[in-house]
């Protein structure tokens, strides 16, 4: 068995859209899955993922992205918190616990549910900005 046969043979949100694990489905289209976290952070914490396996998002082919955020939106219209926050990560450094691109929909109720967020922000020259502004746009 391949390497990628073998991630989505073993792949618990390729298995929970086969139907082979069960979910709370929420929404699915023709390309996404939507479907409520079993270990929210807060009530309605969902998960939205592209039914094409991939581990990261630049790895996704772009028509598999056409849904993902607006069933995000979606979600957190009806959840109804009015504050939340739209979550993805990608790699383990990063806080990636499943390795197939998902979208996290995070209701923020009050201080102590939904997600807690340290932001260490950095103190960067003007002129390294301006470096890295010219290198990026090089490549993009």
Avoid: R
């Avoid at 929404?27 to 914490?45: S, V, Y």
């Avoid at 849904?67 to 806080?95: C, F, R």
Wanted: hydrophobic share 40%; glycine share 8%; net charge negative.
């Amino acid at each position: 068995m391949s390497g990628v046969a073998k991630t989505l043979a073993s792949c618990i949100f390729c298995k929970i859209i086969k139907g082979e694990i069960p979910s709370f489905k929420l929404l699915e289209t023709e390309t996404t899955f939507a479907f409520l976290d079993i270990g929210p952070l807060a009530k309605g914490h969902a998960l939205v993922i592209p039914k094409y396996h991939a581990e990261k998002l630049h790895e996704l082919p772009d028509e598999s992205l056409v849904d993902l955020l607006p069933i995000a939106k979606k979600i957190a219209i009806a959840v109804g918190s009015e504050n939340y926050n739209i979550l993805q990560n990608n790699g383990k450094l990063a806080h990636q616990e499943v390795g197939h691109v998902h979208v996290h929909v995070i209701p923020k109720p009050s201080n102590e549910e939904g997600l807690g967020v340290d932001w260490p922000a950095q103190q960067i020259a003007k002129e390294e900005l301006q470096s890295l502004l010219e290198e990026l746009k090089g490549k993009l």
